[in-house]
């Protein structure tokens, strides 16, 4: 009732829309003998006026009239076609970050030209997306002469391009592309280690064609970046032969805990939080039993052999700390996990961490390789990136909900050129599918034999080829069309309006090219003056297949127009009425109607029994239809209750991935900050003196007397940076151990001077190079460890709504937990990793083993950069800064892995060549 009201006293939505956007026209069209008047070489040089008097602080809505008019001649010179009025309103509402609703066959390419131009004018780029190579292709080259004639520039984005050709695509004012190119080359730049790799600008403004299609159909499908982790599968099986060889460290018989110091055996184990630590003599046995065995060749502790602690860490959790029959079973030869506490099996989990891998070694069984994701995001939040979107279709107004909900864009219906013609009638519903498919069939044939053009469209493959084979047996020659081949669609597509074509297509097909009545005089020409023809060739190739044409046309005309015959409503109305609108382009004539049955999947959830019964009552037993406008009403009901339902899925999926997406975006920008930043090791000071604040105020806890305060300082240095800086005075002024603040102070700038003597001795840019990329390895594995982490839990939340909980609110809790967990992880291993890396001259490095009083290994690292070493672990030494370089390993990168080059190939196929 109050939208009546409204609509009685102010107009109808797409009156009020109207009404606002006329004056803008009415401005444009008063410049139109300006631009009519200007020569070529004024349109580049009014381009570059645009862009000085946007630089000076005028808005584009202020040069949008101007602007309008001169790509309308632009197109007229260099096109031979002049925008439509409705044309130009349909730029306007693109470039106010709207979505145009513009019928079939009105001309959307042309009319996004006027929204691309005038946001490319800032000199951000603006992303043209379409859905497929194809048409980014052919919009780019279409549109060309256009934008060449304004002097701006115009690229495309191809599946098989490389970087190079990429980023001079990405560089151009204006650039098409596909929605999956766009959001992949966003996550191949942000996998990047240097800036110059990257070939994204911005995410300054974007149209998007079919944009119901991309922002409501694919939305559902994340963008994923995947490959295999590293096969080391070898390693494990390897290690786990070992693992009877070390031995437990021996406990007090009386405390049945580990003694303090010295303590004999090679591990101690902490079985409530299933922990595992080596002692430092069981470090030098891993070492001898790993070069005992050939399993490496020089120490544990350089190189990529430091990984082998990691292995043996989880081998030994498998053996010792996760039992069989208890924390897991073995079952059709896979390692299956129990869930502690309902003792159910929990199908398709795995250990993290490499631990099932262990597990699976333990047990004999094939060790299985690791898939790991590297980087993912939905078409929705990459979209929402862009400062400003907008998109164009033929059918967005019954998802306007969910566009304003999701996206908060305004859908806005633009009138078409000339008045629809086509008549849109009632659906025909059979009992069966066997008696609609005949009926089907002797339609098709009847018009056929009229001369009436057709165009069937069907919900699947599997649909259209059944209905090829009923037309084959009948004698009726058609094309059939799917979504195989883009540049043979659109033939296909362009050839369905000739006299007596019959076209069977899916519903994804026919989009991006105009189904003209008697055939696409512009193809057939193409195709007789052939692809070698010069232009002289085509154009006059060209004329006499346009006079054949224009009697084609008028004849079909007056044969009733294209036919549109669908053989199922689809569970959206709006992918009906893409299809519908394949007929009656610029006010020619046509024809629709649906054919259904009963067998159909949205008449099986709408229909009740009743309804099959009554037409069987009615003597509907045999092959005659029913149909009547009330049918048609009960239907588009059950489609919209459909998808309301689909809907709230999307939504709902949103709702979880909009957690990720948060965290995604703080991941980049620290991504982005760390590879720009020459003094890295700020961030580290900044690691470091927060990690020994918080050792110092737990070691005061402790009480007021110096030795349990030094005792506990010892332990908690040891287990937060694994060095222990001396307590003594040293030659440095004494400690306070009276004041907390001061003693933080001090313990932190001995760390500081130890960094700054590492720093001087290595070179600044050197030593800065060596902490990037430590940072960047770390954050690309963390991340990609998260992503896995993240997806396990989105499993294992939808369990606790049975426990009264909501898993949505339970997910975005665990997750940021998670993901501070991670931050913390970063800053603290790349702290642990500046203090205990060694600058050694390129003579000094040689095999060294593993003293007594260095940490745990389990959190070192070791770089390699020009011809110094950069070590984790060994004794702390200071070289001499004359003539010291600086040398890190380089990490080792498996073979199927991207390259690190950026190159965004595999790394055997690039560097490792």
């Excluded at 999956?180 to 790799?197: A, I, K, P, Q, T």
């Amino acid at each position: 009732m109050l939208e009546k009201a409204i609509t009685t006293l102010f107009g109808s939505k797409y009156e009020r829309d109207l009404k606002e956007l006329l004056p803008l026209l009415h401005k444009i069209n008063e410049f139109e003998s300006t631009t009519a008047a200007m020569p070529a070489e004024a349109f580049p040089a009014k381009t570059q006026e645009f862009r000085n008097r946007y630089q000076e602080g005028e808005s584009l809505d202020a040069m949008l009239p101007e602007a309008f008019a001169m790509v309308r001649e632009a197109a007229r010179r260099t096109l031979g076609e002049r925008h439509y009025d409705v044309q130009l309103l349909g730029g306007i509402v693109l470039h106010q970050g709207k979505i145009m609703e513009m019928k079939t066959g009105e001309g959307k390419t042309l009319s996004s030209v006027t929204a691309a131009y005038l946001n490319a004018i800032p000199g951000e780029g603006v992303h043209v997306v379409t859905v497929n190579d194809y048409l980014a292709e052919r919009d780019a080259q279409w549109m060309k002469p256009v934008y060449s004639f304004l002097g701006v520039t115009v690229g495309s984005i191809l599946s098989d391009m490389d970087n190079e050709a990429r980023k001079e695509s990405y560089n151009c004012d204006i650039t098409y592309g596909t929605n999956n190119e766009f959001g992949f080359d966003y996550l191949r730049d942000n996998m990047r280690w240097s800036m110059e790799g990257r070939v994204q600008r911005s995410h300054h403004y974007c149209i998007i064609d079919e944009i119901d299609s991309i922002l409501i159909d694919e939305a559902r499908t994340p963008l994923i970046i995947s490959g295999q982790a590293e096969d080391d599968t070898k390693k494990f099986r390897e290690v786990n032969r070992l693992i009877p060889m070390l031995t437990e460290c021996a406990k007090d018989p009386e405390t049945g805990t580990y003694p303090e110091e010295n303590p004999v055996g090679d591990y101690q184990l902490d079985e409530k939080s299933k922990k595992v630590t080596f002692t430092d003599e069981g470090m030098n046995h891993i070492e001898e039993l790993l070069l005992k065995n050939g399993i490496i060749s020089d120490s544990l502790f350089i190189d990529d052999n430091f990984e082998y602690i990691h292995y043996f860490t989880q081998a030994v959790k498998a053996h010792k700390l996760f039992h069989i029959d208890v924390d897991y079973v073995v079952k059709e030869k896979q390692v299956q996990i129990v869930d502690e506490f309902t003792g159910r099996i929990l199908h398709g989990r795995r250990y993290s961490d490499g631990l099932h891998q262990a597990i699976e070694a333990k047990e004999g069984i094939q060790v299985a390789k690791r898939n790991k994701t590297l980087a993912t995001i939905t078409f929705q939040n990459f979209f929402r990136m862009y400062d400003k979107i907008s998109g164009m279709t033929g059918t967005a107004d019954t998802e306007a909900r969910e566009f304003a909900k999701i996206y908060n864009l305004e859908v806005v219906v633009i009138p078409t050129n000339r008045p629809l013609a086509r008549i849109d009638e009632n659906d025909v519903i059979f009992l069966n599918e066997k008696f609609k498919y005949q009926a089907i069939c002797d339609e098709i044939a009847q018009l056929q034999k009229k001369g009436q053009p057709v165009l069937v469209g069907t919900v699947s493959i599997e649909k259209s080829e059944l209905l090829s084979t009923m037309l084959t047996a009948k004698g009726v020659r058609h094309e059939v069309l799917n979504a195989k081949n883009h540049a043979r669609e659109a033939l296909i597509i362009a050839e369905a309006g000739a006299k007596g074509a019959v076209t069977i297509a899916t519903n994804m097909a026919g989009r991006g090219t105009d189904i003209k009545l008697g055939g696409n005089p512009e193809f057939r020409a193409r195709a007789k003056a052939g692809t070698e023809a010069s232009e002289e060739e085509f154009a006059s190739t060209y004329k006499k297949e346009y006079a054949k044409w224009k009697e084609n046309y008028e004849e079909v005309k007056s044969l009733g127009g294209l036919y549109i015959l669908g053989t199922e409503r689809h569970e959206s109305r709006r992918i009906d009425n893409q299809l519908r609108g394949r007929s009656g382009r610029q006010g020619d004539p046509g024809t629709s109607r649906f054919f259904l049955s009963l067998d159909d999947n949205l008449m099986r959830l709408f229909a009740r029994d009743n309804m099959r019964n009554l037409m069987a009552k009615a003597g509907m037993d045999g092959g005659d239809p029913l149909y009547h406008p009330w049918i048609n009403k009960a239907i588009e009901r059950a489609q919209s209750r459909v998808e309301e339902r689909n809907f709230e899925i999307r939504k709902h999926l949103l709702e979880y991935d909009d957690v990720l997406n948060e965290q995604r975006k703080f991941i980049y920008d620290q991504r982005d900050e760390i590879l720009s930043d020459t003094d890295l090791k700020q961030r580290v000071f900044s690691a470091v003196s927060e990690m020994v604040d918080e050792a110092v105020d737990q070691a005061f806890k402790t009480g007021d007397r110096q030795e349990t305060i030094a005792a506990k300082l010892e332990e908690k240095l040891k287990e937060f940076l694994l060095f222990i800086p001396s307590l003594d005075s040293d030659g440095e002024a004494p400690l306070d151990w009276k004041n907390q603040e001061n003693f933080s102070r001090q313990i932190f700038d001995r760390y500081r001077k130890d960094m700054e003597q590492k720093i001087e001795a290595a070179g600044e840019r050197p030593f800065n190079d060596f902490i990037k990329y430590q940072y960047l390895r770390q954050i690309d594995i963390k991340w990609q460890e998260h992503l896995d982490q993240l997806e396990e839990l989105r499993e294992a939340v939808y369990l606790r709504a049975y426990g009264q909980k909501n898993p949505l609110l339970e997910y975005k809790l665990e997750g940021f937990d998670i993901f501070d967990k991670l931050i913390y992880d970063i800053r603290t291993n790349i702290a642990k990793m500046v203090i205990n890396v060694q600058i050694q001259e390129p003579e000094a490095a040689k095999r060294r083993r593993m003293p007594v009083g260095a940490g745990t290994a389990s959190h070192k690292a070791m770089g390699q950069f020009g011809g110094a070493e950069v070590q984790g672990g060994g004794e702390r030494k200071e070289s001499s800064p004359q003539g010291a370089q600086v040398k890190r390993s380089t990490p080792k990168v498996g073979r199927n892995d991207p390259c690190p080059c950026g190159s965004g190939k595999k790394y055997k196929h690039c560097c490792g060549r």
